[in-house]
């Protein structure tokens, strides 16, 4: 099970067509997936969405540089079975990245992303990150033609990624270092 999950305040927007290009490679290459808005569910849901799935899909639109304050809110509440904390919900899963923005300015983002993920939960990060900027659009809810065959070959190799992981003892069992 892959579920993505968009950060950007507009349900159904330019990065929620992102992370459903994803998913659908995931789905073509035998993955079940789901899609969460963060703006429209709470923080519970997402544990629980988190802790079911073999791999995430993030997805956000850039602000000020960075992905933006509703996905940093839903990490920065996620445990991580450190100090206390009981449960780790993305230890041993994989993740693929998507953040999107009105100009290719800000596609070093995507770095910012993946070393949160990477290096504060021992996630396996496919790399590299997927940046779109409004040129990935037909219109908001279609990619291009090039974009949509990129964001389905991310999801069908997320999907391979889950697999292998699910299947490695030794990479489920990597945990954060501090």
């Not at 899609?35 to 923080?43: A, D, F, K, N, T």
């Not at 230890?91 to 923005?101: D, F, N, P, S, Y």
């Not at 997927?130 to 949509?148: C, I, K, S």
């Amino acid at each position: 099970m892959l579920v993505g999950l968009v950060g950007g305040p507009d349900v159904g927007g330019r990065t929620t067509t992102a992370v459903e290009g994803i998913l659908a490679g995931a789905a073509k290459a035998g993955a079940t997936t789901s899609l969460l808005e963060i703006s429209q569910v709470g923080q519970d849901e997402i544990a629980a969405a988190f802790d079911a799935a073999d791999g995430v899909v993030l997805g956000s639109p850039v602000y000020r540089a960075s992905f933006s304050a509703l996905l940093r809110t839903a990490l920065e509440g996620t445990e991580r079975g450190r100090w206390g904390e009981k449960t780790a919900p993305l230890q041993g899963k994989v993740a693929a990245t998507v953040l999107t923005g009105a100009s290719a300015h800000h596609f070093l983002a995507v770095n910012d992303l993946r070393n949160v993920l990477a290096s504060f939960f021992a996630v396996q990060v496919l790399s590299p990150g997927l940046y779109f900027d409004h040129g990935a659009y037909v219109d908001r809810t279609t990619l291009t033609e090039d974009r949509a065959t990129l964001a389905a070959a991310h999801g069908a190799a997320l999907a391979d990624l889950a697999r292998a992981v699910r299947g490695s003892a030794a990479l489920q069992a990597i945990t954060p270092q501090v």
